[in-house]
């Protein structure tokens, strides 16, 4: 009998808080959620920029209504950049998720132009998908060119370090980081992962017992592609 590794499918979005561009209607984004997850649906959907109220954005439960991801975790950041209220991440997905861990990574504290650093951060849990369990996280890092550094200037290696600190307290081969890294450097995490999307600043990073069966990127009304990836599992 010929042997079938389990598929995972996993997607990553930063929706810009819900705020399409200038132009567009007001449900634009969640409209395009309902749209390509019903053409590429995944098990899993990291978000980043989600809108909130508080500690709660009806954004995300609406998000994972439309996208059949009944499950939802949240991690509030910063004050909202687009709109009033609150910006942060969420995992959203199919099965339920365990032993989540929100974390707040170190604020460079930088300025240019009317402009400062927003706090950023991972929101990292397991999920039992019934043929196998995984790690997931959904990751949002500073936007170091938008201040006129590099991602990979000297005096920001210890949010890297940081980042891979909590990410590598789990078991790393069926680790799944999914988000906006705000570089292409996909080596500055320090951790054995590959990447999804060698180009642009999304991309899905997973490691080494997780073999990619295919992938996409899909331009919508956020500033952002949709990205999905599909995974064989060893």
């Known amino acids: 009998m010929t042997h079938v590794d389990p598929l995972i499918c996993l997607g990553t979005w930063n929706v810009r808080e819900g705020v399409a561009p200038e132009g567009s209607p007001g449900d634009a984004i969640l409209d395009d959620i309902e749209r390509l997850l019903a053409r590429h649906p995944v098990d899993i959907l990291a978000l980043q920029e989600v809108p909130f109220e508080d500690d709660h954005s009806a954004f995300a439960r ?14 509030r950041l910063s ?3 687009h709109r009033r209220g609150g910006s942060g991440l969420a995992l959203l997905g199919r099965v339920p998720f365990t032993n989540a861990e929100r ?4 604020n460079p504290g930088l300025t240019h132009g009317g402009m400062r650093t927003f706090d950023k951060g ?21 936007p170091f060119r938008r201040f006129a550094r590099e991602a990979s200037d000297p005096e920001f290696t210890h949010i890297w370090e940081r980042a891979a600190k909590e990410i ?15 570089t292409t450097r996909r080596d500055l995490l320090g951790l054995p992962l590959s990447a999804t999307h060698a180009t642009g600043v999304d991309t899905i ?19 952002h592609p949709f990205c999905v990836a599909e995974f064989a599992l060893a």
């Open 168 to 182: 590598g307290r789990r078991p790393i081969g069926r680790a799944f980081v999914a988000g906006d890294l705000n």
């Open 122 to 142: 991972l929101l990292i849990a397991d999920a039992d998908l019934g043929f196998a369990r995984v790690v997931v996280a959904s990751a949002h890092m500073v």
């Open 62 to 75: 609406e998000a994972g209504r439309r996208a059949g991801l009944p499950y939802c975790l949240l991690h």
């Open 205 to 223: 990073l997973y490691g080494g017992q997780a073999r990619m069966r295919s992938t996409g990127q899909f331009r919508n009304a956020s500033d």
């Open 79 to 81: 004050p909202g950049m």
């Open 103 to 106: 974390h707040v990574l170190p």
